[in-house]
T-cell receptor
Framework: DGGITQSPKYLFRKEGQNVTLSCEQNLNHDAMYWYRQDPGQGLRLIYYSQIVNDFQKGDIAEGYSVSREKKESFPLTVTSAQKNPTAFYLC?????????????????FGPGTRLTVL | GEDVEQSLFLSVREGDSSVINCTYTDSSSTYLYWYKQEPGAGLQLLTYIFSNMDMKQDQRLTVLLNKKDKHLSLRIADTQTGDSAIYFCAETPFSGGYNKLIFGAGTRLAVHP
């Protein structure tokens, strides 16, 4: 099965702890993304990576860190500096290219990790 | 600037058509997307349209783009109870290198018998 997997599905963290959320894809996509979703809101971009060993901050990067050592993997660490980390976290990867005269640019999402701070 | 707005809620009767509307502000956006999210799940890409198109049809889904008014709509024909979900509109502005997806807050579609 090709796709994006995220683990764990649910994660509980005590205040002051760092936690790492896993994201793996076997779609051979170069670009990967982390988004945060809060109730009643759209998704906001935390970090993205267009290629291995390179990543850029999104709109709400403060209190988060990432690494991209392998094409397949883009883990997100929620640090103790993130003041309000309780949210639903979604990982995505992107496919781009051409098919005849058509250009495509598609982001596919994993199932998400729900993080709750106790 | 970059902003995407959607109405928050839509209720339709099973078998009717649903129309979900979206407005965006960035005229440089090249791709405009519709995603579906069911409770507790990730986002499912439904369809998207390239900005040089006015319309795209895919089975029960029709996307209409009015680039002048920066208005995007998603029509679902013969709406079923399985269509109940949150629908997100998103754009990819040039300023983000077409990397970034800017999302609306989502429209919750409720389908009743």
């Amino acid at each position: 099965d090709g796709g994006i997997t995220q683990s764990p599905k649910y994660l509980f963290r005590k205040e002051g702890q760092n936690v790492t959320l896993s994201c793996e894809q076997n779609l051979n996509h170069d670009a990967m993304y982390w988004y945060r979703q809060d109730p009643g809101q759209g998704l906001r971009l935390i970090y993205y990576s267009q290629i291995v060993n390179d990543f850029q901050k999104g709109d709400i990067a403060e209190g988060y860190s990432v690494s991209r050592e392998k094409k397949e993997s883009f883990p997100l660490t929620v640090t103790s500096a993130q003041k309000n980390p309780t949210a639903f976290y979604l990982c995505a990867s992107r496919m781009t290219g051409t098919s005849g005269s058509l250009l495509y640019n598609e982001q596919f999402f994993g199932p998400g990790t729900r993080l709750t701070v106790l | 600037g970059e902003d995407v707005e959607q109405s928050l809620f839509l209720s339709v009767r099973e078998g009717d058509s649903s129309v979900i509307n979206c407005t965006y502000t960035d005229s440089s956006s090249t791709y405009l997307y519709w995603y579906k999210q069911e409770p507790g799940a990730g986002l499912q890409l439904l369809t998207y349209i390239f900005s040089n198109m006015d319309m795209k049809q895919d089975q029960r889904l029709t996307v209409l783009l009015n680039k002048k008014d920066k208005h995007l709509s998603l029509r679902i024909a013969d709406t079923q109870t399985g269509d109940s979900a949150i629908y997100f509109c998103a754009e990819t502005p040039f300023s983000g290198g077409y990397n970034k997806l800017i999302f609306g807050a989502g429209t919750r579609l409720a389908v009743h018998p």
